[in-house]
């Protein structure tokens, strides 16, 4: 119960294979680069928001008829 044979690895390799075929990794890898990115930028615009559309404080004055 040590590791893993060669032949072990050659059955991995196999079904790594079969489910993802060939250049289907480097695409999901590209699919993954696109969502990071798309999430940084989203991140940005939230930052970088007009002050129009965010809230804005109101000041109250103290009742002076006291």
Do not use: C, Q, Y
């Not at 969502?35 to 009742?63: C, L, Q, R, W, Y």
């Amino acid at each position: 119960m040590g590791s893993f044979s060669m032949w072990h690895w050659l059955i991995v390799l196999v079904i790594v294979l079969l489910l993802f075929g060939r250049g289907k990794i480097p695409e999901l890898m590209g699919d993954v680069a696109k969502g990071i990115k798309s999430f940084k930028k989203g991140m940005n615009d939230e930052d970088t928001t007009p002050e129009s559309t965010t809230a804005k404080t109101v000041d109250h004055k103290a009742d002076e008829t006291k």
